[in-house]
């Protein structure tokens, strides 16, 4: 193996190191400067040594003064800690007998606290009661139509001033200069007498005739009777006994009969002046001089009559009504022999028909068998959960909610939410009944009530929150909830116009039943209060139709009688 250039010359230099300080060493000389190294070294230390020993005794001989000196010190400190603590010892025993004192005071006054806090909640409690009492009387002192579901009809004594918003214009009243007056209608005449003109207006070169006659009517009215008799010759059977006679025409059954003229104008008075049966059996006698006198037994038993003999109308109601895309239906009350009943009334707004039907009870069991029970088809009603059970859709009474909105405003005067609503209601109806009919709402505008209508829901909510509601007055309150868990049912209106806003119809209809009810003051039998609705809903039908209700009435009493099930099964026998 070559060895390079550069590593030789590396050897050749520390091989002549190495032989020099060998040769020092063998010579001598290198021990003698190692030694003259050390003995300086070690001269170098003992004054390092010495040096160090003299500020030890000097930090020794300081440490010894501090310690004398800082134990006079804490000498002093420890009598004068002796001392305070001597003090402190004293302060703190009256210290604890000052928090004693005060801790006796404190539980004294705590006691009288606790005691003054339990009188302070029985008066707060009692006064609470006695606001919830004070507010429930009030409401019930203002209790009427216009808040409530308390009909109009029931309004006590000192009725509310009607309101006018009109203003005064300064003119006397009547017809003012330059309008078209009102003429009464002018009849054709069945008498015409012609006034002599006076000889001053005739003779006078003064006057003049001007071609225009001066007419001038009055209307009478004059009562005929009129009584048919036929008569037959009676025959007896000389083997057999038996007594007969030529058949009489329809209708002459007892010796005396009255037509359908008589029994029309009997059962209109009956039952829409709601005119008691003693007073229509007087009218009738004035009217006639004493002729014609009906017995309470004829005049109870029109009704029936009527139902029997109205089969092609009733029908005519029952199409109509499972026909019309909308029924408003609500329950009214009835008295049958002293015992509670109702009446269930269904209306059609766009057919013009409505149905009245006696029932015993209401709820579920007084709609079974009705034609509500299978129709199909939006209700309209008063928040009867009942009628949650039928039909398709639903609409609540808006009217009924403004009632308990102003009803609220004026018991929780303190709550802002029941304000708000019912301007957005009023709005809503302003904005549907501006619609043109057939045109159906924006839904941009429906859209924006909706979210004013969470709005004041959410508003209600918290201020609920904020005054909890009283438990002698919870109306608001239940309505609230009520707007809350039933908007679709609130809204429908806004986005089906043939959905009416309220159970208006309804409302009017019942009143004619209650009127007749108030009138009758109790019917005898539950069969009676059937034929007054059959007579009832078969009477709207003929008002509707725009008829002369007395002619078809009478025309009406003139049909045969339909033969009753007895009779059918004794004709089948």
């Not at 609540?396 to 929780?412: A, M, P, V």
């Not at 609920?464 to 039933?486: M, V």
């Not at 809903?537 to 007395?550: H, I, K, P």
């Amino acid at each position: 193996m070559h060895m390079d250039f550069e590593t030789a010359s590396i050897l050749q230099y520390r091989n002549r190191s190495l032989t020099r300080q060998l040769e020092a060493f063998q010579s001598g000389e290198k021990y003698i400067q190692m030694e003259a190294a050390y003995k300086e070294l070690l001269r170098f230390h003992h004054r390092e040594i010495k040096r160090l020993e003299y500020e030890l005794s000097r930090a020794h001989s300081e440490t010894v003064t501090v310690r004398r000196y800082w134990g006079e010190v804490m000498d002093d400190v420890y009598r004068e800690q002796q001392a305070l603590e001597r003090r402190l010892l004293l302060q703190i025993e009256r210290l604890k007998k000052q928090n004693l004192a005060l801790a006796m005071q404190r539980d004294a006054a705590m006691d009288k606290l606790r005691e003054r806090t339990q009188q302070y909640y029985a008066v707060a409690a009692e006064l609470e009661e006695e606001r919830g009492k004070n507010k429930k009387l009030t409401a019930q002192v203002n209790r009427d139509f216009e808040n409530s579901s308390l009909p109009s009809s029931l309004q006590r004594a000192g009725r509310k001033k009607i309101a006018n918003s009109r203003e005064k214009t300064g003119r006397r009243p009547g017809g003012q200069p330059g309008h078209k007056g009102h003429a009464r209608k002018k009849h054709v005449p069945d008498i015409t007498h012609e006034i002599p003109s006076p000889a001053e207006y005739t003779e006078s070169p003064d006057y003049y005739e001007t071609g225009k006659t001066i007419r001038k009517q009055k209307v009478c009215i004059r009562l005929g009777v009129e009584v048919i008799e036929y008569t037959a010759r009676e025959y007896r059977n000389r083997k057999t006994g038996a007594r007969v006679h030529a058949p009489f025409p329809e209708g002459f059954i007892n010796e005396v009969n009255y037509d359908g003229t008589v029994k029309a104008l009997a059962f209109l008075l009956g039952n829409e002046c709601c005119v008691s049966h003693g007073k229509i059996r007087k009218l009738l006698a004035e009217l006639t001089e004493g002729r014609v006198l009906l017995s309470d037994g004829m005049i109870n038993g029109l009704c029936a009559e009527f139902s029997a003999k109205t089969e092609k109308e009733k029908k005519e109601i029952l199409k109509k009504l499972m026909a019309s895309p909308v029924m408003n239906a609500d329950f009214t009350n009835a008295s049958v022999n002293g015992k509670s009943a109702q009446v269930l009334v269904l209306a059609s707004p766009s057919g013009n028909a409505a149905l009245y039907i006696g029932r015993e009870k209401k709820g579920h069991a007084g709609v079974r068998g009705t034609p509500l029970e299978d129709y199909v088809g939006t209700v309209v009603h008063d928040h009867d959960k009942t009628f949650y059970s039928y039909g398709t859709g639903h609409q609540e009474c808006i009217q009924h909610d403004i009632r308990y909105l102003t009803g609220s405003i004026q018991n929780e005067p303190e709550l802002t939410w029941n304000g708000q609503m019912l301007s957005l209601f009023r709005e809503m109806l302003h904005y549907r009944n501006g619609l043109p009919e057939g045109i159906q709402a924006d839904p941009r505008v429906v859209s924006g009530f909706e979210t004013e209508y969470d709005r004041i829901l959410k508003k209600a909510e918290a201020e609920y929150a904020d005054e909890p509601p009283n438990d002698y007055y919870r109306e608001g309150y239940n309505l609230f909830i009520r707007l809350r868990e039933y908007k679709e049912n609130e809204l429908l209106f806004l986005h089906d116009t043939r959905v009416p806003a309220n159970n208006s119809l309804c409302e009017r209809l019942a009143r004619v039943y209650k009127r007749k009810q108030k009138q009758a003051v109790t019917l005898r039998s539950y069969e009676n209060l059937c034929y007054i609705c059959d007579s009832l809903s078969v009477v709207y039908l003929l008002r509707a139709g725009g008829e002369n209700v007395y002619q078809k009435i009478s025309e009406i009493y003139e049909r045969k009688r339909p033969p009753r099930a007895n009779e059918e099964a004794g004709a089948k026998a």
